[in-house]
């Protein structure tokens, strides 16, 4: 059975920052990825890609909306991608999705959410203004 916890979400205020986590196992074992990656969702509209990371060479992609702000990144040896999230802003208040793409068919890109077949349940991220 494939998990992906996440831990990390908050409330904090503008400008603060705030890190997210998500550790991927399947039985209890690590689970084997070709690309992790990080989408929100605000109540009534889609989900956004944010940022995404290929595990072999660490390859990055980010939305223009967090580019410079937000950084993600994987620990292989736990299994584990991070998000660090500085100089959040009101509008980055949504919950907060891990995504896992185990298999690496690459049919579609890694901004686009057909390419992960597990997903989080989701981390509560709430920015005061």
């Known amino acids: 059975q494939v998990q992906l916890l996440e831990s990390g979400g908050g409330s904090v205020q503008a400008g603060d920052f705030l890190s997210l986590s998500c550790e991927g196992t399947v039985s209890g074992r690590p689970l084997g990825t070709y690309a992790m990656a990080w989408f929100r969702q605000v109540s009534g509209e889609e989900r956004d890609f944010l940022a995404a990371?290929?595990?072999?060479?660490?390859?990055?992609e980010y939305a223009d909306s967090v580019k410079g702000r937000f950084t993600i990144s994987r620990d292989a040896a736990r299994n584990t991608m991070t998000l660090q999230m500085n100089s959040l802003k009101a509008e980055d208040t949504a919950v907060y999705f891990c995504?896992?793409?185990?298999?690496?068919?690459?049919?579609?890109?890694?901004?686009?959410?057909?390419?992960?077949?597990?997903w989080g349940q989701g981390t509560q991220v709430t920015v005061a203004s």
């Open positions: 990371i290929t595990w072999r060479n660490g390859r990055k």
């Open positions: 995504a896992a793409d185990p298999y690496g068919r690459r049919e579609y890109s890694l901004r686009d959410a057909r390419s992960y077949a597990y």
